[in-house]
């Protein structure tokens, strides 16, 4: 069974800070990893989606890397800013499958 | 366009009542996806439908949980016999389900709707 962490479950930071957010997952087999940021009540937003052949996206200040046969991959935010905080999920998508197994993400806050 | 929109947005209801959530997918989506996000917890999967085909249960925690899609846009997701342990928030989502597509793998969100069950 897919199995998907993220560590850590909170981080607070000094905007400006450049930041790293870790998720790794337990079964390799997948079509794709996917970053997605969620504001207190409100959907997931997309951020990134990186496919199983990919090694890294990048838009804007993010930049999300995929390392699929260590099961690992980093959300790098650079020069965070206040706006930044919001929890981040990262979710993988199973080869046959159409559903996204989600970690328990991780809750950023950037201080002014 | 619009995106998927959710309704309500918040139910509060009794136990043993039953519910009934609603989505709207994006307009020309033809992949529709149900998760619940409990407290504590990450997203879990519960139901996708894609186009005609018969669509996924295999995420229903028990036979309480239904959800059908009428002419392959709205859906509803129905809770009998609601238990306390369902109170969560209910997220739907949708893709283009077009493999020829940019952005087919990629689901958007609805805001969700809140249940509490008391």
């Known amino acids: 069974k897919q199995e998907v962490t993220q560590i850590p479950a909170a981080l607070s930071v000094p905007e400006g800070e450049n930041l790293v957010l870790n998720c790794s997952f337990t079964?390799?087999?997948?079509?794709?990893l996917q970053w997605f940021r969620q504001d207190p009540g409100k959907g997931l937003t997309s951020l990134l989606l990186i496919q199983s052949s990919q090694r890294e996206q990048t838009s804007g200040r993010l930049n999300a890397s995929l390392d699929k046969s260590s099961g690992r991959s980093t959300l790098y935010i650079a020069a965070s800013q206040p706006g930044d905080s919001a929890t981040y999920l990262c979710a993988v998508r199973l080869l046959g499958s159409e559903k996204l197994v989600f970690g328990k993400g991780t809750k950023l806050t950037v201080n002014p | 366009g619009a995106g998927v929109s959710q309704s309500p947005s918040n139910k509060v209801t009794e136990k043993g009542k039953d519910v009934e959530l609603r989505c709207d997918p994006i307009?020309?989506?033809?992949?529709l996806y149900w998760y619940r996000q409990s407290l504590g917890q990450g997203l879990e999967f519960l139901i996708y439908?894609?186009?005609?085909?018969?669509?996924?249960k295999s995420g229903l925690p028990s036979d309480r949980f239904s959800a059908e899609r009428t002419g392959g846009s709205v859906s509803t997701l129905t809770i009998q016999r609601t238990q306390q342990e369902d109170s969560a928030v209910y997220l739907c989502?949708?893709?283009?389900?077009?493999?020829?597509?940019?952005?087919?793998?990629?689901?958007?969100f609805g805001p969700g709707t809140r249940l509490t069950v008391t």
């Open positions: 989502a949708s893709s283009s389900g077009q493999m020829w597509e940019v952005g087919y793998y990629e689901q958007y």
């Open positions: 307009s020309g989506h033809t992949a």
């Open positions: 439908f894609q186009g005609n085909s018969a669509p996924d």
């Open positions: 079964d390799s087999a997948i079509y794709n």
